[in-house]
Antibody
Framework: EVQLAESGGALVQPGGSLRLSCAAS????????MHWVRQAPGKGLVWVSG????????VYADSLKGRFTISRDNAKNTLYLQINSLRADDTAVYYC???????????WGQGTTVTASS | QSALTQPPSVSGSPGQSVTISCTGT?????????VSWYQQPPGTAPKLMIY???TRPSGVPDRFSGSKSGNTASLTISGLLAEDEADYYC??????????FGGGTKLTVL
């Protein structure tokens, strides 16, 4: 079964850092683009970042460049998102997703919750 | 890279049809057939319903259809069912190789 499972969400003080993980199973991980999408409480989906199968092409939402770093370890079938200098408005559920059909995200994880608060 | 524009809410009675619009620019929807639509019931992860403007993934009912004209894409749901009640989001790839979502539309089945 194709699955994605996020982990690493936590309550963090503003200014802190966090690394989210997304474990993939059931498909050839290195063959797919992967994405991070976040959703603040009661708000809509916001695309954060994506990278290609071998990790050589990374793209970020303009408003989030600089504090977020996406990466992957294809040997471990795992996607990562490093978030630095956390701000209150980074509070959200963070989903990882598989870039399956052309330019669509066809598999989603259950999400992991990040809360930036003192 | 502004968010795509969707109506905040739409509603319809069971059996009726509803259409949700998604307006972008010539930098995204207007230039590429790279529009996707997602369904998100409360408390759940999104589900891909349409990709490449009008293609349905396996398992998505043919009551869901997509189209595009100029800078605006549309999702039409025909034969509304109570189970269709959810938030719907459009998304497009852009000319800077990024992705952008719409603000979301809450569908209420009356």
């Amino acid at each position: 079964e194709v699955q994605l499972a996020e982990s690493g969400g936590a309550l963090v003080q503003p200014g802190g850092s966090l690394r989210l993980s997304c474990a993939a199973s059931g498909f050839p991980f290195s063959a797919y683009w992967m994405h991070w999408v976040r959703q603040a409480p009661g708000k809509g989906l916001v695309w954060v970042s994506g990278l290609n199968g071998d990790g050589t092409n990374t793209v970020y939402a303009d408003s989030l460049k600089g504090r977020f770093t996406i990466s992957r370890d294809n040997a471990k079938n795992t996607l990562y998102l490093q978030i630095n200098s956390l701000r209150a408005d980074d509070t959200a559920v963070y989903y990882c997703g598989r870039g399956g059909p052309p330019y669509g995200v066809d598999v989603w994880g259950q999400g992991t919750t990040v809360t930036a608060s003192s | 890279q502004s968010a795509l524009t969707q109506p905040p809410s739409v509603s319809g009675s069971p059996g009726q049809s509803v259409t949700i619009s998604c307006t972008g620019t010539s930098n995204d929807i207007g230039s590429y057939n790279r529009v996707s639509w997602y369904q998100q019931p409360p408390g759940t992860a999104p589900k891909l319903m349409i990709y490449e403007v009008s293609t349905r993934p396996s398992g998505v009912p043919d009551r869901f259809s997509g189209s595009k004209s100029g800078n605006t894409a549309s999702l039409t749901i025909s034969g509304l069912l109570a189970e269709d009640e959810a938030d719907y989001y459009c998304s497009s790839h852009t000319n800077t190789s990024t992705w952008v979502f719409g603000g979301g539309t809450k569908l209420t089945v009356l």
